[in-house]
């Protein structure tokens, strides 16, 4: 696989988002003596309008309390995670383009994000109200992956979330989950490509995929282990 576009998540890869609103979401479930099944955190996080609207009906209880939660994550201050410049360094470096989409609307990220794409100069921004059809759904991806002009085939998305790494997965694309919102699950490690636990480590992972010796092998070569789309990538370029 030659990686030709890294696509980031906003909310969970460049900002601290997710993890804190899972944390608000602990914080008055206990507050209101509710308990949170196991999975929701799963199914809700970075879900597009109709899967949100389809886990609430699940969880009745749950949606009450949900205006509560976003308001109080609203009052909270965003931050970068700080490896995630080294990420963006190394990328630019060996050019490979970067676009981000964002489970938020446009007005609402841009002014978090803003000063990071113009540093990096990132002019690949895909929002949830851009698309037809949010996460899990590829719309997104295909979105980000055709302003980027590159194929799917030489994506690898990066997000933190069950939904975004299904999504990726649906648009024929390698994911890799960042484990910090979420716990690795069966469902997460089915879904994605590879797992990490620090930001920096993508770095790794893209230079063992853009290893000349590795492509070579992977277009030369295919065997029945790769995946259907790496190997009708191959005929492509052979």
Known sequence: MNIQLCILNAEGILLDTNK???????????????????GFFENILSAGYDHHIKVFYQ???LAQLEKEVLDSHC??????????????????????KIAIVSDSNRQDILPKIESLMKSYDISVLVCANEVINGKPDPNIYFKAAK????????????DDSRNG??????????????????????????????????????????????DPKVIFFILLSPTPSFPDEILQLSKEYQ
């Open 20 to 38: 804190s609103l899972i944390e608000r979401w602990q914080t008055t479930a206990a507050q209101h003596d509710v308990s949170i099944p196991e």
């Open 59 to 61: 969880y009745p209880h």
């Open 75 to 96: 009052k909270q201050s965003t931050h970068i995670h700080p490896q995630i410049f080294e990420v963006l360094d190394y990328l630019k470096k060996n050019n490979v």
């Open 147 to 158: 302003l980027s002009k590159i194929k799917p085939g030489n994506t690898l998305v990066i």
């Open 165 to 210: 790494c299904y999504g990726a997965h649906l648009a024929f694309m390698r994911s890799v989950f960042y484990q910090n919102a979420l716990p690795l699950s069966e469902r997460l490690f089915k879904y994605s490509y590879r797992q990490i636990t620090q930001l920096n480590e993508i770095i790794e992972i893209i230079q063992e995929e853009n």
